[in-house]
C-alpha cells in the first residue's frame, strides 16, 4: 500500500491514519463544519474538479478538526499520496456524491 512513498519521508502514523479517517467521518455528516472538512478532502483529492481549499478556514473550525486537518496536511506532504494510496477511493467518491453532485466523475 505504500511502496511509491518517498523513502525519506516516515510511513504513515497511526495518528496521521487516524486524524484522516475522523476527517473522513465529519465530513460525510450534516454539521456546521462538515462542509468545511469536505472541502478541505475533496481539494486534496481533486482541486481542478472539486475546487481549491482556502487556509484561512482553519480559522472557523474546532481545534480538534484543526489539528486534524494539519495532521493530513503532513501526511499529504510528507508521502505525496492521493487518497486512493490509503484504500480510500470509494470514501472519497461518495463524498464527492455528496459534496459536489454536478461532477460526474472526479478522477484526475
Do not use: K
Not at 483529492?45 to 503532513?74: E, H, K, Q, Y
Request: a negative charge.
Amino acid at each position: 500500500m505504500f511502496d511509491t512513498i518517498d523513502d525519506d519521508a516516515p510511513c504513515p502514523t497511526p495518528s496521521g491514519l487516524a486524524a484522516l479517517q475522523r476527517l473522513i467521518e465529519i465530513a460525510a455528516t450534516d454539521t456546521g463544519q462538515s462542509r468545511t472538512v469536505a472541502d478541505f478532502l475533496l481539494a486534496w483529492w481533486n482541486a481542478s474538479a472539486c475546487g481549491g481549499f482556502d487556509p484561512t478556514t482553519l480559522w472557523s473550525v474546532a481545534p480538534s478538526i484543526r489539528d486534524d486537518m494539519l495532521t493530513v496536511l503532513d501526511l499529504i506532504a510528507h508521502h505525496r499520496e492521493f487518497p486512493e494510496a490509503y484504500g480510500l477511493g470509494d470514501a472519497f467518491a461518495a463524498l464527492v456524491a455528496r459534496w459536489r453532485p454536478g461532477i460526474a466523475q472526479a478522477h484526475r
